[in-house]
């Protein structure tokens, strides 16, 4: 009896593994165009692997259900991080070209401060960030231990639940409204498995391309009408 228990008990804990789904409210200023976007965004994992999805198409606002912050719509961002081996596909566009892109990212050279606040409860402490042209600020708490948090982002000792860049170009932030952790036998699905991706520097390459061309188009005014040079990562330096 006392064997057979210990082999059910051997068996749920290895069925069963947890997972973390936080809310984020998200708000990007485009200040160059003076757009302010405001949605929701939703982050699933289990440590392991992990999707991040910024619901631009409002499908998920009216939800309630358990599991639909684990299913990314064809329309939205989706983020699918394999977090130990620091690699991110994701779904994104040129000029409404759309490319799947397999982001193989370097490690995050994160500093920790000791300054502190309170979200939703949680004791999180200051880690800033150079990444790819911009600077962040996030606040992450080792109360949840697992190295994730929302876009692209990993590598500290917990969850970041918030984060927020600013400068002279746009603003973004994006801070924790809801943390759930459960005890579930779902797996996270990566929807880029068959897909035909890039790589980061393939995307990048097209991307000055048609930033090339656009600026050397001008209207009837004799202004050019060039593409950004890039969103959270600065894809143009010069």
Same mark, same amino acid.
């Given at each position: 009896m006392f064997k057979y228990i210990a082999l059910l008990i051997t068996f749920f804990s290895f069925a069963q593994n947890q997972q973390y789904h936080i809310v984020y409210d998200y708000t990007l200023n485009s200040k160059d165009i003076g757009l302010i976007t405001n949605l929701k965004s939703y982050l699933t994992g289990d440590g392991k692997t992990s999707i991040y999805e910024e619901d631009f198409m409002k499908s998920k606002s009216q939800t309630a259900a358990d599991n639909s912050f684990s299913i990314p719509t064809k329309n939205n961002p989706a983020f699918f991080k394999e977090i130990h081996s620091k690699i991110v596909t994701y779904n994104d566009h040129i000029q409404m070209k759309f490319f799947d892109v397999k982001d193989n990212l370097p490690s995050f050279d994160w500093e920790i401060t000791s300054e502190t606040k309170n979200i939703l409860g949680y004791t999180c402490q200051k880690? @800033? #960030?150079?990444?790819?042209?911009? &600077?962040?600020?996030?606040?992450?708490?080792?109360?949840?231990?697992?190295?994730?948090?929302?876009?692209?982002?990993?590598?500290?000792?917990?969850? @970041? #639940?918030?984060?927020?860049?600013? &400068?002279?170009?746009?603003?973004?932030?994006?801070?924790?409204?809801k943390v759930e952790l459960k005890e579930t036998t779902n797996s996270i699905q990566n929807p880029y498995l068959k897909s035909n991706s890039i790589t980061y520097q393939n995307y990048l390459d097209k991307y000055k391309v048609k930033y090339d061309e656009s600026r050397s188009r001008m209207d009837t005014n004799g202004y050019s009408r060039g593409m950004n040079k890039g969103a959270k990562e600065v894809y143009i330096t010069y």
């Open positions: 880690a @800033i #960030l150079r990444f790819r042209g911009r &600077d962040y600020t996030v606040y992450f708490t080792t109360d949840i231990p697992y190295s994730d948090g929302p876009w692209k982002f990993s590598g500290l000792p917990g969850m @970041i #639940l918030e984060a927020t860049s600013d &400068d002279e170009a746009a603003a973004y932030s994006m801070i924790a409204e």
